[in-house]
């Protein structure tokens, strides 16, 4: 893998003609740390953000151990690519085959549910084993979240006492989880959530060895400047501690978004502007589709040797392929005098962007370069180099 010093560098010295992934292991690393470091808990990482095996090394090598995964394909990367990390198939629903692969093929011990028979299938699947941890997904509201989770999975409280104490007689650890949505912009989320954690536990009244509380933890954005992390990790702390739980139970999260923000960026090129349209060569079918189809603003910069005098003008962009929904409609804030050839950088893609990258109409990223700049933007440097902190304040 090719390493340069910064995004400006790649782009003046390389002057790429396609995509280029650029990654940031010491970004990643350093969220990990914090994670690792300030969550008064277990963190396990949602292999779904970024399933890159350079990022789970990264992880692990900063003190993540613990990994979410939601299907076989990713218990067997993370498996193959840490051995000794401990896997919990997360996903609410999974194929009878799945289960019995993870549990006598890779281990796996820890499976969640949100129905009886999704409970009993487990029980199938793995020949009635008595060393499962199985935990129960509550709904909960993702109204505090930028995208919701709420509709999907998860048991409603009335119907969580039977599950709750079926699950308790069948699992030799019961845990409870949830997951407020993704990007929650307060803390009150997860203090709302633990809430009906307790009132299930009350009605079920059983004991509870694990609570999980999900992901949802956000990242930084055009628009979306959230608390400090460490007012949700007192949050979910206080109400934790005030659950009716065993005196040993433990305390999970699933960060997946804010351990792999930072991580990666990518470099486009303009190849035609249309007023404050901008046509670049990545998009909705590669590392933009969170922009195309969700309406996400990403931080963007525009990568010359002279910066630009002009004032900041909101621009669209359309993607490479020949579909009209290759469309992002922004606005992103760039300088009013960028103009084809001019090269950009997109940022805070490493959550999302590459899982979600297909070859549609041929158009594909297979470049990627290790950088030592900072992200573009950060809930975890302090301070923000001087050059990369003027990018985000234009970013308004």
Known sequence: MHKHHSALGVATALKPAAPVTLIRPQAAARAARFFSEKFPGRSLYAVKANPSPDLLRTLWDSGITHYDVASIAEVRLVAETLPQAKLCFMHPVKAEEAIAEAYHVHGVRTFSLDTIDELEKILRATHEATDLELCVRLRVSSEHSELSLASKFGAELGETRELLMATRQAADALGICFHVGSQAMSPQAYSDAIERVRAAIV??????????????????????????????????????????????????????????????????????????????????????????????????????????????????????????????????????????????????????????????????????????????????????????????????
Do not use: Q
């Open 203 to 396: 009605d079920a009244a059983v004991t509870v060895d694990i609570i999980d509380v999900g992901g949802g933890f956000p990242s930084v954005y055009p628009g979306m400047e959230p608390p400090a992390l460490e007012a949700y990790f007192d949050a979910i702390y206080r109400g934790f501690e005030s659950l009716p739980i065993s005196y040993s139970a433990e305390l999970w999260c699933e960060p997946g978004r804010a351990l792999s923000a930072e991580y990666s960026s990518i470099i486009v090129r303009v190849e035609r502007r249309r007023g404050t349209e901008l046509y670049i060569n990545d998009g909705a079918y590669g590392a933009l589709f969170d922009a195309a189809h969700v309406g996400w603003r990403f931080p963007v910069a525009l990568l010359r040797e002279e910066e630009s005098e002009a004032e900041n003008a909101p621009f669209s962009f359309y993607g490479p392929t020949c579909d009209d929904m290759d469309h992002m409609a922004g606005p992103f804030m760039l300088p009013d005098d960028v103009a084809v050839g001019d090269y950009i950088e997109i940022g805070m893609l490493g959550a999302y962007g590459a899982a979600m990258r297909t070859g549609f109409n041929g158009f594909t990223s297979e470049t990627i370069i290790e950088v030592e700049d900072e992200p573009m933007a950060s809930l975890y440097a302090d301070p923000v180099p001087a050059r990369r902190r003027a990018t985000v304040i234009k970013l308004g």
